[in-house]
C-alpha cells in the first residue's frame, strides 16, 4: 500500500459552542487525488486547516508526514492554495512566483525552471510581467495555484482551485494533477464541481461535520445505487 501522507483520526474543530467538525477520519496516500465535498459551510476549508496546523483541533489528531503540523522543516514538501488569493498586488505575477520559489528554498535555475512550467501549466505565461492589481480573479486563482505548484511538492493540498477558470484550462489543470499523482506525490483536493470529483482516486462527503462516504467514485456511484458523484452526493442529503 501508498504511504498515507495525511492522516486525520477522529478530528473534532470547535468554533465556540459550535461543532464544526465533529468526527473525521480518512487518510490520503501517495499516489492518490482525494477530493473533499460538500455543501458551503459543511467544514471543508477547517479540515483543511486543522490538517495543516492553523487551527488548532479540540480532539482527534491530523498528522501530515506523519508529524503533528504545524512544522516548518516540512512546508517545503507541502503546496497549499487556500480558497483566498494570499498575493502581493503591487508585484508582478512573475515576482510572485520568485519570492515563493525562494521562500521554498529553490535554486536560481530551479525557479527559472518552475516558473516557465507552471505559468505554462496555467495559462498565465504571457501576463506574468503584469501587476498582480491588475489581474482579473480568474488569474489570481491560477497564479495561486502556479504558486503552490512551484518546487514539485510531496503533497498538494487545493482548496476550490479552479472556481473562475474555464472548462479548458481547468481540463488542463486536472491534466497536470494526474502527472503530479502519478510522480508518486498526493493530491487533496476541495471542489463545488461534480464533475471533478468524478476524476478524483477517492472522494470524501463531508456533510454534518463527518465524512459519510469515502471511497473510489465507483465505488461510491454502486453503494448509492445512482450514476454519478453528483447524484451521491444529493442521494446523502436526503434530496433524491
Not at 492518490?32 to 488548532?56: D, N, Q, R, W
Not at 516540512?74 to 494570499?86: E, F, P, S, V, W
Not at 502527472?179 to 498526493?186: D, Q, Y
Not at 463531508?206 to 469515502?214: H, R
Request: glycine share 8%; no cysteine; aromatic share 4%.
Amino acid at each position: 500500500m501508498a504511504d498515507s501522507i495525511i492522516s486525520l483520526k477522529h478530528l473534532v474543530k470547535k468554533f465556540g459552542n459550535q461543532t464544526v467538525l465533529k468526527d473525521i477520519n480518512f487518510d490520503v496516500h501517495t499516489s492518490e487525488i482525494v477530493g473533499l465535498i460538500g455543501p458551503s459551510g459543511a467544514g471543508k476549508s477547517t479540515v483543511i486547516k486543522t490538517a495543516l496546523g492553523m487551527e488548532v483541533a479540540d480532539g482527534g489528531s491530523a498528522k501530515v508526514f506523519n508529524t503533528t503540523m504545524p512544522n516548518r522543516e516540512l512546508l517545503a514538501n507541502i503546496g497549499y492554495m487556500a480558497q483566498t488569493d494570499a498575493l502581493y498586488d503591487d508585484l508582478s505575477g512573475r515576482e510572485n512566483l520568485k519570492f515563493f520559489a525562494v521562500m521554498k528554498g529553490l535554486s536560481r535555475k530551479e525557479t527559472i525552471n518552475e516558473i516557465e512550467h507552471v505559468s505554462k501549466v496555467v495559462d498565465l505565461t504571457d501576463d506574468l510581467d503584469k501587476r498582480v492589481s491588475g489581474y482579473s480573479g480568474g488569474m489570481m486563482r491560477r497564479l495561486s495555484l502556479a504558486i503552490a505548484l512551484l518546487g514539485k511538492p510531496k503533497l498538494l493540498i487545493l482548496d476550490e482551485p479552479t472556481v473562475g477558470i474555464d472548462p479548458a484550462l481547468r481540463r488542463q489543470i486536472w491534466k497536470e494533477l494526474q502527472h503530479i499523482r502519478n510522480e508518486v506525490r498526493g493530491i487533496l483536493i476541495t471542489t463545488h464541481v461534480m464533475d471533478e470529483a468524478e476524476l478524483t482516486d477517492k472522494v470524501a462527503l463531508l456533510l454534518d461535520g463527518k465524512v459519510m462516504a469515502f471511497d473510489k467514485p465507483d465505488v461510491l456511484k454502486m453503494q448509492y445505487d445512482v450514476d454519478s458523484i453528483e447524484n451521491v452526493f444529493l442521494k446523502a442529503e436526503g434530496v433524491l
